[in-house]
């Protein structure tokens, strides 16, 4: 099943603020130039991360935030029947095919996770 379009919006919002953060890190922007890589266009970067954000619910935007702050991965893939966060075992009502579809938390960490 594809994932639900909000959680790939979210998942995109992540990705983008990873490289956002990469391409202000002077240190990695200059270690990828090095390799041959240039970072440019962190205002294209953040352009597209302001028109993503505003497809987002306000609530979920408000978690993914204050998660943010605490962690560098915010959202997170369910692997086998862990969270990839914590690594603590996730309960099997998570797995029920009325949740399977939802953006459900770690009830240990509280990151945000999805089943892929
Ligand atoms: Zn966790």
Request: with cysteine.
């Amino acid at each position: 099943m594809p994932l639900k379009e909000a959680h790939r919006l979210l998942i995109a919002l992540q990705d983008l603020d990873i490289m956002i953060k990469e391409a202000k890190d002077k240190s990695t922007s200059k270690e990828l130039e090095s390799l041959g890589f240039k970072l440019t266009g962190l205002e294209e970067l953040q352009d597209a991360r302001s028109k993503l954000a505003k497809k987002i619910s306000p609530t979920v935007l408000q978690r993914y935030k204050k998660l943010t702050g605490r962690y560098t991965m915010a959202i997170l893939p369910v692997t086998g029947d862990l969270c990839l966060g914590c690594f603590v075992k996730l309960p099997t009502s998570f797995f029920s095919s009325i949740n399977r579809d939802l953006l459900q938390t770690c009830e240990n960490c509280g990151r945000l996770l999805y089943i892929p």
